[in-house]
C-alpha cells in the first residue's frame, strides 16, 4: 500500500461526504490485556468525551450521531481482524469508511471537517515495508507487504530467450548444449528479476526484500542483485512458486518477527543505558508513574508478562486509583490508558528483551519527550 493508493482509496469512499468527519485509530489486538472483552469502546467513548469538551457548542449534536454510529459499528460490526482499527464516519449521512490493520497505531479519536489521516500516514513510514520475490527457473511473481497486508504487484516468465527443447534420445551428443542453453535462459531470467526488482524498489520504495522459491532460482537472483539491494536482502526461504499469497505472508510475518525482537532486544538496550545516563529515560514502576503523571511519555516499554499489582503502587502514584474498583489486572490497563490519552505510544516487549526489562526496570520503562 502507498500513499497515493491510500489517498487514492480514500478519495473514492468519501466523495460524497459532507463533513464533519469522525476519525477513529484504535489499538484493537486481542491478545491485549486492555482489550479483552471489547474493552477499547468504553476507551473510545472516553476519547469522545475528550473531543466533545473542545468542540463548538453548534457541533455537539452531529458529533454524537457520529459517534453513536462509531459505537454501533464496534459493538455489532464484524470482530477486528488486526491490531488495529480504523474507522471514519461522516456526521451529515452516516456513511463509514472501515480498515482493519495488522499493526499497531496510534490511538485517537479527531473531530473536523474532513478524514484525519495523520496517524495512518505516520505508520506507512514508520513500519519498513517488505518485497517478496517468488522466483523459479522461468517464472517470477512479485509481492509488496505493508501494514501486515500483502499485493501482488507482478506475475511474469522471461520472454527473452525461449525456453530450450529436451534433446532426443537419438542426439545425446546435444545433451551439453541444452545445459548450456537451459543455463543462460535461467541466468537471462533472473537478470530480468533483478531489472523488476530495481524498477519495483524504485517505484513502490519498499525497505527489505525476501527472497523465496527453489534453492537455484533465488540464489542467481541474489547474485545479480546490485550491491545495494543484496544489504536489503533479509530472508531467503524455499517455497513454491505457486504458494498462495497466505502463505507467503505467513513466511514474511516470520522473518519479520525475528526483526522486531532483535530491534527489540536493542530498544531495551538503548533504554537502560540513556536511563542510566538520566539521558530522557527512565526504569521502573515509580520513576515511570512520576513521569506519567507529567505527561512525558513518548514510548512506553512493557515486558510482555508484567502485571503490576495495587499493592505495588507507591503513594505517589495514588492518583491513578481516582476512586475506582481495583480489579485485578486494571493497573496495568490505567497505565497504558492514560499514556496513550496523553499521545504517548506502547510497545510491549517479548524474549530476550522482555527479560531484559524485567532484570534492569522490573518490566516497565518509558522514553520521555524531554
Known amino acids: 500500500?502507498?500513499?497515493?493508493?491510500?489517498?487514492?482509496?480514500?478519495?473514492?469512499?468519501?466523495?460524497?461526504?459532507?463533513?464533519?468527519?469522525?476519525?477513529?485509530?484504535?489499538?484493537?489486538?486481542?491478545?491485549?490485556?486492555?482489550?479483552?472483552?471489547?474493552?477499547?469502546?468504553?476507551?473510545?467513548?472516553?476519547?469522545?468525551?475528550?473531543?466533545?469538551?473542545?468542540?463548538?457548542?453548534?457541533?455537539?449534536?452531529?458529533?454524537?450521531?457520529?459517534?453513536?454510529?462509531?459505537?454501533?459499528?464496534?459493538?455489532?460490526?464484524?470482530?477486528?481482524?488486526g491490531k488495529a482499527l480504523i474507522i471514519l464516519c461522516d456526521?451529515?449521512?452516516?456513511?463509514?469508511?472501515?480498515?482493519?490493520?495488522?499493526?499497531?497505531?496510534?490511538?485517537?479519536?479527531?473531530?473536523?471537517?474532513?478524514?484525519?489521516?495523520l496517524p495512518l500516514l505516520e505508520a506507512l513510514d514508520e513500519y519498513e515495508r517488505f518485497a517478496v520475490a517468488l522466483v523459479d527457473r522461468s517464472r517470477a511473481r512479485l509481492f509488496l507487504i505493508g501494514l501486515g497486508e500483502?499485493?501482488?504487484?507482478?506475475?511474469?516468465?522471461?520472454?527473452?530467450?525461449?525456453?530450450p527443447k529436451s534433446p532426443g534420445s537419438d542426439h545425446p551428443w546435444s545433451e551439453g548444449n541444452f545445459r548450456r542453453r537451459a543455463e543462460e535462459h535461467a541466468r537471462r531470467h533472473a537478470m530480468d528479476v533483478v531489472e523488476a526488482l530495481i524498477d519495483s524498489e524504485r517505484r513502490l520504495g519498499w525497505d527489505r526484500l525476501i527472497l523465496a522459491g527453489p534453492l537455484e532460482g533465488r540464489k542467481e537472483v541474489e547474485r545479480l542483485l546490485p550491491k545495494r539491494l543484496q544489504s536489503k536482502v533479509v530472508g531467503s526461504v524455499a517455497l513454491w512458486v505457486e504458494a498462495k499469497r497466505?502463505?507467503?505472508?505467513?513466511?514474511?510475518?516470520?522473518?519479520?518477527?525475528?526483526?522486531?525482537?532483535?530491534?527489540?532486544?536493542?530498544?531495551?538496550?538503548?533504554l537502560v543505558q540513556d536511563a542510566a545516563k538520566n539521558h530522557a529515560a527512565v526504569l521502573g514502576l515509580e520513576p515511570t508513574?512520576?513521569?506519567?503523571?507529567?505527561?512525558?511519555?513518548?514510548?512506553?516499554?512493557?515486558?510482555?508478562?508484567?502485571?503490576?499489582?495495587?499493592?505495588?503502587?507507591?503513594?505517589?502514584?495514588?492518583?491513578?486509583?481516582?476512586?475506582?474498583?481495583r480489579q485485578e489486572g486494571s493497573l496495568?490497563?490505567?497505565?497504558?490508558?492514560?499514556?496513550?490519552a496523553d499521545g504517548g505510544r506502547v510497545e510491549f516487549v517479548w524474549g530476550e528483551a522482555s527479560d531484559l526489562l524485567r532484570e534492569r526496570g522490573d518490566g516497565i520503562g518509558a522514553f520521555l519527550r524531554y
Not at 451529515?92 to 473536523?112: F, I, N, S
Not at 514510548?299 to 475506582?324: I, T, Y
Open 1 to 81: 500500500m502507498t500513499k497515493n493508493d491510500l489517498l487514492g482509496e480514500l478519495e473514492i469512499a468519501c466523495t460524497r461526504w459532507k463533513g464533519p468527519v469522525l476519525s477513529a485509530y484504535l489499538n484493537v489486538d486481542p491478545k491485549n490485556q486492555i482489550n479483552w472483552n471489547r474493552d477499547y469502546v468504553p476507551r473510545c467513548k472516553n476519547l469522545a468525551r475528550m473531543v466533545e469538551k473542545s468542540c463548538p457548542a453548534e457541533e455537539r449534536q452531529a458529533l454524537r450521531a457520529a459517534y453513536d454510529r462509531l459505537e454501533q459499528e464496534l459493538t455489532t460490526g464484524d470482530a477486528p481482524r
Open 91 to 117: 456526521a451529515a449521512g452516516g456513511e463509514l469508511w472501515r480498515r482493519d490493520v495488522r499493526k499497531p497505531l496510534r490511538e485517537t479519536l479527531e473531530w473536523g471537517s474532513k478524514p484525519y489521516l
Open 150 to 163: 500483502i499485493e501482488e504487484v507482478a506475475d511474469f516468465v522471461s520472454d527473452r530467450v525461449s525456453p
Open 246 to 270: 497466505d502463505d507467503i505472508l505467513e513466511v514474511a510475518e516470520e522473518i519479520e518477527a525475528a526483526i522486531e525482537r532483535k530491534g527489540e532486544q536493542q530498544m531495551v538496550e538503548n
Open 289 to 325: 508513574l512520576a513521569t506519567l503523571r507529567e505527561g512525558r511519555i513518548d514510548k512506553l516499554l512493557v515486558a510482555g508478562d508484567f502485571r503490576p499489582k495495587w499493592s505495588d503502587l507507591p503513594d505517589m502514584a495514588l492518583w491513578l486509583d481516582e476512586g475506582q474498583t
Open 332 to 340: 496495568l490497563e490505567r497505565i497504558l490508558e492514560r499514556t496513550l
